[in-house]
């Protein structure tokens, strides 16, 4: 998909006509004119704003589309916005797999009838010490759970990235074991704070970002927010999860973001915003430990990485 420069002013008007405020929700704001929304998109969103502050500044379209992480097309920070052109996130379906009452293929246009779409803004915090502050539209992955009716025994979820090597030229590289998989625990994926994303600034998302459904749990590492899902499978044991299959002692399942615990390679006290030159500390749980401590209330997070 191509943005002219002229969707991109309108993707600024769009902002300005948003507060972004302190406290974690403001309720009420409307939705600018865009064609590119969803139908059901609501008209009178939330907007979580949750723990950013003044200095939280936006990033811009332009910086979060071009500077990312997608090794489907390649390792360089370019390579996804450069390499993703023949992708093609339409018509899409994600397979509910596992331990659930309701094993389906589902029709992503169709689900989206079915589920809250709503304004987030979230801080993406990469491994690498670098991070953003991205508008994404989604829904609470909770909402997709519902659908599938998981058993009790379903005690976490894998995430699996589609498999198209025709479509994603890395995949012909033995850069990863492909195809990318991730996973959470079922209280995780339940919180209200992990949403399956379908786009960024009222724009669907480009396939560099994740075309057309992926995920986004803003306190940990940016390398669990998996893209482009085409499978969700319920199972019983903490799944594989790609960077901790392929280097267990750098990346660990859990990967919430810990300023205290560091990277074999990188400082994790310390992280550069992408438009910024001064370091900003890193905040425990990427900021949303008020929200999400509770659930490692217990565990030693230097064990559970
Ligand atoms: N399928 C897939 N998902 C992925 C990745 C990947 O290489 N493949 N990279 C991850 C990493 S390391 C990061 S930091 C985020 C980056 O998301 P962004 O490019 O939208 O900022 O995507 C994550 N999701
Ligand atoms: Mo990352």
Same mark, same amino acid.
């Given at each position: ?16 006509? =948003?507060?972004? %405020?302190?406290?974690?929700?403001? @309720? #009420? ?6 064609? /590119? *929304?969803?139908?059901?998109?609501? !008209? ?20 979060? @589309? ?15 916005? +450069? /390499? ?11 397979s509910?797999e596992?331990? %659930? ?26 491994? +690498? ?14 909402? *997709? ?6 058993? !009790? ?7 699996v990235?589609?498999? =198209?090597?025709? +479509?994603?030229? #890395? ?12 996973? *959470? ?8 704070? @992990? ?20 995920? $986004?749990?803003?306190?940990?590492? #940016? ?7 085409s499978s969700i ?23 919430? $973001? ?38 490692? +209330? ?8």
């Amino acid at each position: 998909m191509k943005i002219l420069p002229s969707e991109i002013t309108s993707y600024k008007n769009y902002l300005n006509r =948003r507060k972004f %405020i302190k406290s974690s929700v403001a @309720t #009420g704001l409307a939705l600018g004119a865009s064609t /590119n *929304l969803y139908a059901n998109h609501s !008209s009178d969103q939330n907007i979580y704003a949750n723990q950013l502050d003044e200095n939280d500044r936006l990033n811009s379209f332009e910086e979060i @589309t071009t500077y990312n992480n997608f090794y489907e097309f390649g390792m360089g920070k370019t390579d996804p916005s +450069e /390499n993703s052109g023949n992708f093609k996130p339409k018509p899409w379906s994600i397979s509910l797999e596992g331990l %659930i009452n309701n094993p389906q293929v589902l029709d992503l246009e169709k689900l989206l009838q079915q589920v809250t779409v709503e304004d987030r803004v979230y801080r993406l915090r990469c491994v +690498e010490a670098w991070s953003m502050v991205i508008p994404w539209q989604g829904f609470p992955l909770s909402e *997709l759970i519902k659908i599938a009716d998981p058993l !009790s025994s379903a005690k976490f979820i894998q995430f699996v990235t589609v498999f =198209r090597p025709e +479509e994603m030229p #890395g995949q012909n590289k033995r850069l990863l074991p492909w195809p990318y998989v991730e996973g *959470l625990r079922m209280d995780e994926a339940m919180h209200p704070l @992990t949403i399956l994303s379908t786009g960024l600034y009222g724009h669907e998302l480009l396939n560099q970002s994740g075309a057309p459904l992926r995920l $986004v749990v803003p306190w940990k590492y #940016g390398f669990k927010s998996i893209k482009s899902i085409s499978s969700i499978r319920f199972v019983d044991k903490q799944p594989e999860a790609t960077w901790s299959m392929l280097a267990p002692s750098e990346y660990g399942f859990y990967s919430n $973001v810990n300023n205290l615990v560091d990277h074999p390679r990188w400082s994790q006290g310390t992280e550069r915003r992408i438009g910024e030159f001064k370091r900003r500390k890193t905040l425990m749980y990427n900021g949303y430990e008020e929200e999400v401590g509770y659930l490692y +209330e217990g565990m030693d997070l230097r064990k559970y990485y």
